[in-house]
Nanobody, 123 residues
């Protein structure tokens, strides 16, 4: 059983930056590809970014490409999401997720979820 705990959310103005962290415990962190999803009020949970097990590859949703950067430190069992040039439409609860596979842009394949952290971007 893998436990995931996100941190780093908060309130920021348009154009600002935030760095989310997700600390994992209870499993072999390096055996999971690590994902970020987000869910805005009244909307479905959507894929944001993924980083493969060895951090060799990253994939981003078109809506965040060029603004968000996903990284991981397997020695610290932690994955990060650096978010720059934030927009009001980025407002959502952001979830860290672990998948015992390569890459999944579908939330249905995810094995473990964090509790989420709120990101609010004011205009």
């Amino acid at each position: 059983q893998v436990q995931l705990v996100e941190s780093g959310g908060g309130l920021v103005q348009t154009g600002g930056s935030l760095r989310l962290s997700c600390a994992a415990s209870g499993g072999t962190f390096s055996s999971y590809s690590m994902h970020w999803f987000r869910q805005a009020p009244g909307k479905e949970r959507e894929f944001v970014a993924v980083i493969t097990r060895s951090a060799g590859n990253t994939v981003y949703a078109d809506s965040v490409k060029g603004r968000f950067t996903c990284s991981r430190d397997n020695a610290k069992n932690t994955v990060y999401l650096q978010m720059n040039s934030l927009k009001p439409e980025d407002t959502a609860v952001y979830y860290c997720a672990a998948y015992n596979g390569i890459i999944s842009t579908s939330s249905r394949n995810i094995d473990y979820w964090g509790q989420g952290t709120q990101v609010t971007v004011s205009s």
